[in-house]
Structures are given as structure tokens and as C-alpha cells.
């Protein structure tokens, strides 16, 4: 196990590069504690955030992911009609709720494709910083770019349906 606490301070951006590389490559666990938003994103796979009231929870994900699931959750709590109760009846179904055997089926393959559109991306992204294919007619940058923004999609929606089914799960 690897625990780092502020890593990214005083580091130059190229050092910072090749410590976002060694740490990705890591075997082990990585326990790392930072303000640094892109570097967390840059290298991580779960949070732990302070939710408040001494409640700490577990994200897929990075950073950004744990944002937008907050958000998430903070609109939905705000949503019309929460207050008045009819929600409750629904709320407690959703608890007694089991996965079923389809997803069960896809909560076990979705590490798997996440791993398959995560080594698309960087694939892409390699393909985006070779120099050579800008010297290459503009449409394949093009293709490559809106490649690369559908895999990133087809990530968070994976990302967004393992954390929905992982709750499932626990319940």
C-alpha cells in the first residue's frame, strides 16, 4: 500500500506528468489524499468523500464522477413533491428491491467494459498527441476527437449504472 498525502505540491507540471504515470501504473493500493481535482481524476478509481454528519461514502470513479453524483443526488433531493410522502411507499420498495439475474449479470461485466472504453481512451488520446496525424488530412483528427467523446460518454454512463447497481447491491 502506497499513502500519499499532497503529492502534487511544489511539483513542476512534467514532474507532476510522470508522477500521474507511475502512479497509474501501480500495482498495489493507492490511499492518496489531495486538492488537486485533475490529479485525482488523473489517477484514481474510487473516492471517499465526507458526505457531513460523520458520514463517509465510496464512489466509483474520480473527482469529477463524485461531483456529478453529488449534484445528482442534491437535485433530487430537491425535486418538487419529495416533501408530501408519496415518495416514501416507492423509496422503501426501491430498499426491499434485489438485483435481478439480468443485472446481476451486467453489474459483473461492467468492470470489464469499463476497463475496454478506459484502454480506448488512452488509445485515442495516444493517437491525438502523435504529431503525425495532424500532418494527415483534418478529418481523421476529427473522427478520432468525436471517437474519443463517445467512449468518454459510454464511460459515465457505465460508471453512473455500476454505481446504481452497486446500491442495489448493498441494499
Known amino acids: 500500500m502506497l499513502v500519499l498525502d499532497e503529492p ?3 511539483l513542476d507540471i512534467e ?12 500495482a498495489g493500493t493507492l490511499f492518496l489524499v ?10 484514481v478509481t474510487q473516492v471517499i468523500a465526507a458526505e457531513g454528519d460523520g458520514v463517509w461514502r465510496e464512489y466509483a470513479g474520480g473527482y469529477a464522477d463524485w461531483q456529478r453524483l453529488r449534484q ?3 437535485a433530487a433531493a430537491a425535486r ?6 408519496k415518495d416514501k411507499p416507492r423509496a422503501a420498495a426501491t430498499r426491499e428491491k434485489k438485483l435481478s439475474f439480468n443485472e446481476k449479470r451486467e453489474l459483473d461485466a461492467l468492470p470489464d467494459r469499463i ?15 502523435d504529431p503525425a496525424l495532424y500532418q494527415k488530412p483534418p478529418e481523421a483528427a476529427v473522427q478520432l476527437k468525436a471517437r474519443l ?5 459510454q464511460m459515465a454512463e457505465a460508471m453512473a449504472r455500476w454505481e446504481v447497481l452497486e446500491a442495489l447491491a448493498g441494499d
Not at 489531495?34 to 489517477?43: E, G, P, Q
Not at 418538487?80 to 410522502?85: D, E, I, N
Not at 476497463?115 to 498527441?129: D, G, I, N, W
Open 80 to 85: 418538487p413533491g419529495k416533501a408530501g410522502g
Open 8 to 10: 502534487t505540491n511544489d
Open 72 to 74: 445528482e443526488r442534491q
Open 15 to 26: 514532474t507532476l506528468d510522470l508522477l500521474e504515470a507511475l502512479l497509474t501504473d501501480y
Open 149 to 153: 467523446d463517445a467512449v468518454s460518454a
Open 115 to 129: 476497463t475496454a472504453l478506459e484502454a480506448e481512451e488512452a488509445r485515442l488520446h495516444a493517437q491525438l498527441a
Open 34 to 43: 489531495s486538492h488537486d481535482r485533475a490529479f485525482l481524476d488523473n489517477t
